[in-house]
């Protein structure tokens, strides 16, 4: 494309997803499973991956898997990316979870303006953390902005070389001046990172705060908020992949599916291989396995993890289809595809609990992976977009025509 083409990018021919890697990525993410636990206990004390981790997923390029490939990534399809999560996640969920945001994270880069696009992307693929809220503020000066502010729930930051930052245009007065969430782009080395991460699950995360302090941000850094990401600029050079037509926050919530039910998926297999070694205490059953109330329990729990699987490829896959064919995304959709995410959620969260009544007390011991997969999924389960009621109340108003709903379009 040229930057005298006057076609809107939505409307371009775009070169599809490239799933070739995925065989190969599914065959890495089974051999990651035994390093992945066996470094998850130290990961959790340090609260951030391990550096042989660090090491093993930066070697394999798992940070740039739904990077375009104009920009060396692998430009993988949604419903390809869950796969491999589904994997990854069944060898620890924390470090799957790095992956999953720091994924999501450049991948809003590769959306955003050109000029933003070549200083990030500049030296090929790069890794981009983000967080939004509580918003910073920023006051327009000379050239671009001058940003503070403190951004929680950074997950990943450590292993990151820019930081992506919602902020607030704030005006001489004390008011926004413009209404709506602008980001700025920081390089790590103008970020402190605050040690605050101090939570009951997803401890190996380093979803730490990121704190910049009237730090100076050139205005071709900045994605204002009346040209959001996505924006149809018809001049941009940077366009011609399928992602670039993807919608943000239903593409981020849906490529999130994946490493819920691979965590599930993991626990699935742990409870099985304890149901036919141990006895089923004050009960003449010799192992668990021998208990048809147990069998049923497990088999229930195995098919609702299959409807979980379905859904979350399903969620991701319609993300690829909307985008390979420049179909509009509405509101409708997003609810819709909201509500099925919800459903994933909330079949993952019943199964869990399911496993760990069937594996007993001993599960909920610190030396047993049990009790770190059911501590990392319920604090993945609470993550604001994975709360089902919410999605299940917008998909309901909008079924009904109830007008406004519960949230503003393109937060969902």
């Not at 327009?140 to 607030?168: E, H, I, M, N």
């Not at 993952?348 to 059911?374: C, K, Q, Y």
């Amino acid at each position: 494309m040229t930057a005298l083409d006057e076609t809107p990018p939505q409307t371009r021919d775009v070169e599809g997803y490239d799933d070739s890697r995925l065989p190969q990525l599914l065959e890495e993410a089974r051999k990651l499973r035994p390093l992945l636990r066996e470094q998850a206990a130290r990961a959790e004390e340090l609260r951030t991956l391990t550096p042989e981790v660090e090491t093993a997923l930066r070697r394999l390029d798992m940070f740039s898997l739904t990077t375009p490939r104009r920009w060396g990534g692998a430009g993988l399809s949604n419903r390809a990316y869950v796969e491999f999560q589904m994997e990854l996640g069944q060898g620890d969920l924390a470090a799957a979870w790095v992956v999953q945001i720091l994924n999501s994270t450049t991948w809003i880069g590769s959306i955003a303006p050109d000029s933003l696009q070549e200083t990030l992307f500049a030296e090929g693929p790069t890794i981009i953390c983000g967080a939004y809220n509580p918003p910073g503020i920023g006051t327009k000066v000379d050239g671009g902005y001058r940003l503070t502010g403190r951004f929680p729930y950074s997950s990943g930051s450590r292993l990151a070389k820019w930081a992506q930052c919602g902020f607030v245009h704030m005006g001489e007065e004390g008011k926004p001046v413009t209404p709506g969430m602008n980001f700025a782009y920081v390089p790590m080395e103008q970020v402190t990172v605050e040690d605050s991460w101090y939570m009951v699950g997803m401890q190996a995360t380093g979803s730490d705060t990121t704190v910049v302090d009237s730090v100076f941000v050139p205005d071709h850094m900045v994605v204002p908020a009346d040209r959001p990401f996505g924006f149809p600029d018809p001049h941009k050079r940077n366009f011609g992949e399928a992602s670039d037509r993807q919608p943000l926050i239903p593409s981020i919530r849906a490529t999130g599916m994946g490493l819920l039910v691979g965590g599930a998926l993991a626990m699935l297999e742990l409870v099985e291989v304890n149901a036919q070694e141990k006895p089923l205490v004050t009960t003449f059953f010799a192992t668990k396995a021998e208990s048809q109330v147990v069998v049923h329990d497990l088999g229930k729990v195995a098919a609702q993890l299959d409807s979980a699987r379905l859904l979350a490829l399903h969620a991701a896959e319609e993300v690829d289809t909307y985008a390979a064919e420049g179909r509009p995304w509405t509101p409708s959709d997003s609810a819709r595809n909201k509500a099925a995410c919800s459903q994933v959620v909330d079949l993952v969260h019943d199964s869990v609990e399911r496993l760990m009544f069937i594996a007993g007390s001993s599960a909920f011991s610190t030396a047993n992976p049990l009790s770190r997969f059911w501590k990392d999924i319920h604090v993945a389960l609470r993550h604001i977009q994975n709360i089902p009621s919410l999605g299940y109340e917008i998909y309901g108003r909008d079924r009904l025509g109830i007008d406004p709903n519960i949230a503003p379009v393109g937060t969902y």
